[in-house]
């Protein structure tokens, strides 16, 4: 742990250095306040306001999330558990990711899009990683790609980079990891495993990332990482102290199942309200109560005769 303590006293030096040039600098300011992009985030990062992310797989919860004025939209490759029922991320295809990242771009005109990188589409080789990258900026229109892992993706991250994508970090608990983990475990518990996260955290900074994802580990842990580096820290599961959070939309709505994980807050329920509309539509639909005379289309009686008269008019001529 005391290397640990000078790794992070060596890159807190760093860090006030790089806020001091943000600040300088202004990053962000010139451009249109309500166009979310990565200079945006380092702006909020060195004036220390907390940044909000939050996932959408779909057009119509993509709209209402852009609406609200958060910062960035994940589409995560959650989507494979919370939209497609598959008990973990690992089925997640690239194809996968398309299709909802171009639903998600029709209704985000503000955000910053950020687009997951599903499983085996960086693991292979670099250049395997950069063309999956290009896809999601080309096809998909992604503002910037996500990758779990620290020291490991290095050179991964450096490559996508280098082609002009904005790379996006995710340590602690991976989820594309999560068969190696055993199950979904909290990450960082001791003094190695702290220290093992925090120097994939530097490792990803290092490499170019603009920020990361901080999933599953002690508050106290993600709060020494998020002072320790020099790029904002994204929580979830990681305590108060990180740059900003993110949660699983369905999650925090109320709308997947009933597992619910430590660190989310149900700010609504909406599961149970969709299905109490869908209760009363089917009891409604089976007592003849809907539609009713103001769900239904009339007629002029003038136009009803005449259709009424034109069926004679076939049955005589017939």
């Not at 539609?291 to 002029?300: F, I, R, S, V």
Request: charged fraction near 20%; glycine fraction near 12%.
């Amino acid at each position: 742990m005391k290397d640990f303590a000078r790794n992070g006293a060596w890159t807190q030096e760093r860090r006030v250095t790089i806020r001091e040039a943000m600040l300088h600098n202004d990053v962000g300011g010139a451009h249109d306040p309500r166009d979310v992009t990565v200079a945006t985030f380092a702006h909020k990062y060195a004036t220390g306001r907390p940044i909000t992310m939050l996932t959408a797989y779909d057009y119509p919860i993509a709209r209402i999330i852009d609406a609200t004025g958060v910062d960035g939209v994940l589409v995560g490759d959650s989507l494979g558990m919370v939209v497609l029922g598959h008990k973990d991320t690992l089925s997640v295809t690239l194809e996968d990711m398309l299709h909802h990242i171009r639903a998600v771009r029709r209704g985000v005109t503000r955000a910053l899009l950020v687009g997951d990188m599903p499983f085996m589409s960086y693991h292979v080789s670099v250049e395997a990683a950069v063309r999956a990258a290009g896809r999601l900026v080309q096809e998909g229109g992604v503002d910037a790609v996500k990758l779990e892992g620290g020291g490991e993706v290095s050179d991964t991250i450096r490559a996508i980079t280098r082609a002009g994508i904005p790379v996006q970090g995710h340590i602690g608990l991976t989820p594309q990891r999560v068969r190696a983990w055993g199950g979904w475990k909290v990450q960082a518990r001791t003094g190695e495993a702290a220290a093992s996260l925090l120097r994939d955290a530097q490792a990803v900074e290092e490499a170019g990332c603009f920020s990361v994802v901080v999933e599953s580990v002690p508050g106290r842990v993600a709060a020494y990482i998020t002072e320790a580096i020099g790029i904002p820290t994204i929580g979830i599961g990681a305590g108060s102290s990180t740059s900003g959070q993110v949660l699983v939309t369905n999650d925090l709505l109320g709308m997947y199942g009933d597992f619910q994980p430590k660190f989310v807050k149900r700010f609504a329920d909406l599961g149970t309200t969709i299905e109490t509309a869908i209760t009363s539509y089917k009891e409604e639909v089976e007592r003849r109560e809907f539609p009713g005379p103001d769900h239904t289309y009339g007629m002029a009686s003038d136009e009803w005769d005449a259709f009424v008269g034109s069926l004679g008019a076939s049955e005589e001529s017939s």
